[in-house]
């Protein structure tokens, strides 16, 4: 499922759902394989500032997931250390939920029963009534008032991730991972999607890391884009800020000279990346 409910269950509090602080200090990450020893990442260093939008993009293989796995406790740094509002993260918990490209629904609950689940897991002393009202509340906001009582076989795609991401942010997370979340949608929905996004975001203000083979979305979505060399032993190559202000009209940002520098310099660096592994 997309919603990490391991560790401390106590309640999100208002102050922390503006967003948190989030830091990779010296990460290096590395696996073992019948082959010997991968490290995949080295030497990341990296301060995201709370309600903070970053995206996160690179060549396939090079550890993105890795990266923000460190960040949602599902991996462990092999050295180095990640702090979420100045502590260490040692495991999965509610103030960091994960959105993924698969969606991760439970196909015997319904649409409802899905986004009330973190609910139910972070707060247990409330009345599952009202819990069950926020959910509802949630769907209406994503655009699924109709759709409460429909299982995920019952949903399109775009719809399930709808879903998925309604259930991370009905806690009101501090910490929201996407792990490429409108990867296989198609064009039309992707766009839709991005644009409920960053509303929900701009009502929550929470810290965002997503990861993207997009550079046109993260170009629209993020406050900074952070460009992961190739592996092995991947580490940040660029990061570039980008300069648009908020809320941004999709139209008007390709009419932007600015925007087709930013473009290019993202397609010049991972293109640079591939030559590398070329030569």
């Not at 759902?17 to 073992?32: C, D, I, P």
């Not at 029963?113 to 409330?126: I, P, S």
């Not at 429909?150 to 949903?155: F, I, Q, T």
């Not at 290019?264 to 990346?273: K, S, V």
């Amino acid at each position: 499922m997309n919603t990490s409910i391991q560790g401390n269950t106590a309640s999100i509090t208002s102050t922390q759902s503006q967003g948190r602080l989030v830091e990779f200090r010296n990460l290096a990450k590395t696996f073992s394989s019948e082959n010997g020893n991968i490290e995949v990442l080295k030497n990341v260093n990296l301060t995201v500032q709370a309600g903070e939008f970053i995206c996160v993009i690179g060549h396939s293989g090079c550890g993105k997931s890795t990266l923000l796995n460190t960040l949602s406790g599902f991996e462990k740094p092999s050295s180095g250390e990640v702090l979420v509002g100045g502590e260490a993260v040692e495991s999965p918990g509610p103030d960091r939920m994960v959105v993924f490209q698969n969606y991760a629904l439970l196909p015997w609950k319904t649409a409802l029963n899905n986004v009330a689940l973190g609910l139910y897991a972070t707060r247990e002393t409330e009345q599952k009534k009202e819990l069950l009202k926020e959910a509802q509340e949630m769907l209406e906001t994503v655009g699924l008032g109709e759709a409460f009582n429909r299982h995920p076989g019952e949903l399109s795609g775009g719809m399930r991730q709808r879903v998925a991401i309604a259930r991370a942010m009905a806690i009101k997370p501090p910490v929201l991972i996407m792990d490429e979340p409108f990867g296989a949608l198609d064009p039309i929905t992707k766009e839709e999607l991005q644009e409920e996004l960053l509303a929900l975001w701009r009502q929550q203000r929470c810290t965002v890391l997503m990861i993207t083979h997009d550079i046109d979305e993260a170009l629209f979505l993020a406050d900074r884009v952070v460009m992961l060399t190739n592996g092995p032993a991947a580490t940040i190559g660029e990061i570039l800020e980008i300069p648009f202000s908020r809320p941004r009209n999709r139209e008007s940002l390709l009419h932007d000279d600015r925007y087709g520098e930013l473009r290019n310099r993202a397609l010049d660096f991972l293109y640079e990346g591939v030559n590398l592994i070329k030569s």
